[in-house]
């Protein structure tokens, strides 16, 4: 039973742990001393962490491969603000000794609700033609399969099984939402983009043990997947307009919508460019939540830096929760004074004027009144 997840590291900064994980990546690298180490990334369903062996290394480094699980002991610290382990030593598992939920994290919403989501959206289509091509997709079992499973990333976002339905489902929410606004917007084809636009990512990505790239998704990337599975689709759909045709196959190789974020082609049309900034705006707000939650335990409002944002981020609850109360200033209030009190201070008052003075000073309440004597007044 494995106890101790990624997800309790705060807790155990400095300290020796035993626990178990899953290879996400293995490298044997160089010492300066020419000896070699191990690089590897570990992970668990709360995530990944950067683990080094440096010591006793020969005979480990044939020991295990990635996608292994690993029995490891070693010191949990920090390196330039983030967690790493230092590996002391390490025992291959095999799989009847892991329980496989332990190292691939899940969607907390319900696959089956999400996908009924989907349904009744696409039951709203006011195009058949657009509707029966998603309805397609739908109703084909192993693509159905793995798109309520598959995550929507690696790493960068909604990396986790269920992760690409989730993704999708929010993003009908907005494309819906937004389209409203936009009435010149054709819903349906933007709806339609947004099922498709990363469906190719049910080859793509591996998602067994770790999440990584099939070799057919290295060689070729989701965006011509998914060209091919459009086909495939349309062939058996005699009939479906070639200018619809030509929409969808542009959206889906524009999604990314710039150049250099491997987009062969810019979104030349509202849908396109609405489909663009909604995936995008979705991804990075799943990326800050994930952010968040996983640095909720760690002192101060500021996270360490997030490689998908390129930015550290400023939890806002805890900023706002640790600010100090305005201090409350209770007001002055002069004690009341009895007319032989208040006869008694004048009169000590008028003993100390200089009858020649041109300033009268008078103080009441605490608080000094300097006037000009009215013979001297402009």
Not at 31 to 47: E, I, S
Not at 97 to 103: K, L, T
Not at 177 to 204: C, M, V, W
Not at 298 to 319: C, H, I, P
């Amino acid at each position: 039973m494995k106890e101790f997840f990624l997800s309790d590291c705060c807790h155990h900064e400095n300290k020796v742990i035993t626990s178990t994980f899953v290879v996400v990546s293995k490298q044997v690298k160089p010492k300066k001393t020419g000896d070699p180490y191990l690089a590897l990334v570990l992970g668990d369903r709360c995530g990944q962490i950067e683990a080094k062996m440096w010591d006793n290394v020969d005979g480990a480094i044939d020991a295990f491969d990635q996608d292994d699980f690993l029995k490891i002991k070693g010191l949990l610290n920090k390196y330039k603000n983030r967690f790493q382990i230092t590996i002391h030593k390490l025992r291959r598992l095999g799989d009847s000794e892991v329980d496989f939920s332990d190292y691939l994290p899940k969607t907390t919403k319900d696959i089956g609700e999400l996908w009924r989501t989907l349904t009744e959206y696409v039951s709203t289509f006011k195009d058949p033609n657009l509707r029966g091509l998603v309805e397609a997709f739908m109703s084909d079992p192993e693509i159905a399969e793995a798109y309520r499973n598959a995550p929507a990333a690696k790493t960068m976002h909604h990396a986790y099984i269920g992760g690409l339905l989730d993704h999708v489902v929010s993003l009908f929410h907005s494309c819906d939402l937004l389209s409203r606004n936009y009435p010149q917007i054709n819903r349906d084809l933007l709806l339609t983009g947004a099922f498709l636009h990363d469906i190719g990512k049910i080859h793509e990505l591996a998602y067994n043990r770790s999440f990584s790239y099939t070799t057919r998704g290295q060689l070729l990337g989701h965006m011509i997947i998914e060209l091919e599975m459009l086909q495939a689709k349309l062939a058996q759909m005699p009939g479906f307009p070639g200018e619809l045709k030509t929409l969808i196959e542009h959206m889906m190789i524009s999604h990314h919508g710039q150049y250099e974020f491997g987009s062969p082609k810019l979104p030349m049309f509202p849908e396109a460019v609405m489909l663009h900034y909604l995936d995008d705006l979705d991804s990075k707000m799943e990326s800050a939540r994930a952010h968040l939650e996983r640095s909720a335990e760690v002192d101060g409002a500021w996270t360490g830096y997030n490689a998908a944002l390129g930015r550290s981020l400023l939890n806002t609850s805890k900023f706002i929760e640790k600010r100090p109360p305005p201090r409350a200033i209770e007001p002055s209030v002069a004690e009341p004074l009895s007319a032989d009190a208040t006869n008694s201070e004048f009169q000590q008052t008028d003993e100390k004027l200089d009858p020649v003075a041109s300033e009268i000073s008078v103080t009441i309440a605490g608080l000094e009144i300097t006037e000009l004597d009215p013979d001297e007044k402009i």
